[in-house]
């Protein structure tokens, strides 16, 4: 069974880093995509980027571009997403989702990790 | 990329069929047949009820379906129950490894 396993809550000031984990068991990302979603209070949900392990590329979604940078650990199957110069409208959940290089969907997610920005 | 367009609330009675729409662009839904679409609950993450379009995951009830036509994707829900009371997202593949979702619906069982 495929299980993501993301880090705790976290409480940032405007203007620092986060830097949020997604932990997968061994395999989970072969022939899949590590993907960052999140979720500001009451909004919808936001695709922010994504990483294929295999390739070792992150593509982002423009509004996070130069902001946001997506990794992945292969041999600890940890998938990582770090954004700076954060601002209170970045409060929100953050999930990580794993999906199919093939059909496009993501099949499992994370149970969701919540930043706080606040002076 | 702009967000794909769903109606923000559909209600319906116990029993019921509802239809959930789901509007893109020529670029997303309308270049792929890969729509996916996901039933959120109150405080907790997405789950995927729908993928390319039509097809179900293992364990999702026969009465979710989905289809398209065009730019719009539909998800349709029959004999409507409490439990289908939740957020509802489309999602569309935008090539090139990106996605792009709709700003959901809110489902309400009478």
């Known amino acids: 069974q495929v299980q993501l396993v993301q880090s705790g809550a976290e409480v940032k000031k405007p203007g620092s880093s986060v830097k949020v984990s997604c932990e997968a068991s061994?395999?989970?990302?072969?022939?899949?995509?590590l993907n960052w979603v999140r979720q500001a209070p009451g909004q919808g949900l936001e695709w922010m980027g994504g990483?294929?392990?295999?390739?070792?590329?992150?593509k982002y979604a423009q509004k996070f571009q130069g902001r946001v940078t997506i990794t992945m650990d292969e041999s600890t199957s940890t998938g990582y997403m770090e954004m700076s110069s954060l601002e209170s409208k970045d409060t929100a959940v953050y999930y990580c989702?794993?999906?199919?290089?093939?059909?496009?969907?993501?099949?499992?997610w994370g149970q969701g990790t919540l930043v706080t920005v606040s002076s | 990329q702009s967000a794909l367009t769903q109606p923000p609330s559909v209600s319906g009675s116990p029993g019921q069929s509802i239809i959930l729409s789901c509007t893109g662009i020529?670029?997303?839904?309308?270049?792929?047949?890969?729509v996916s679409w996901y039933q959120q609950h109150p405080g907790k993450a997405p789950k995927l009820m729908i993928f390319?379009?039509?097809r179900r995951p293992s364990g999702v009830s026969n009465r979710f379906s989905g289809s398209k036509s065009g730019n719009t994707a539909s998800l349709t829900i029959s004999g409507l129950q409490a439990e289908d009371e939740a957020d509802y997202y489309c999602?569309?593949?935008?090539?090139?490894?990106?996605?792009?979702f709709g700003g959901g619906t809110k489902l309400t069982v009478l």
């Open positions: 020529s670029s997303d839904v309308g270049s792929y047949n890969l």
């Open positions: 999602c569309s593949y935008a090539g090139s490894s990106s996605w792009v």
């Open positions: 990483i294929i392990p295999i390739f070792g590329t992150a």
């Open positions: 989702a794993r999906a199919s290089v093939v059909t496009r969907h993501f099949d499992y």
């Open positions: 390319e379009g039509t």
């Open positions: 061994r395999g989970t990302f072969s022939n899949y995509a």
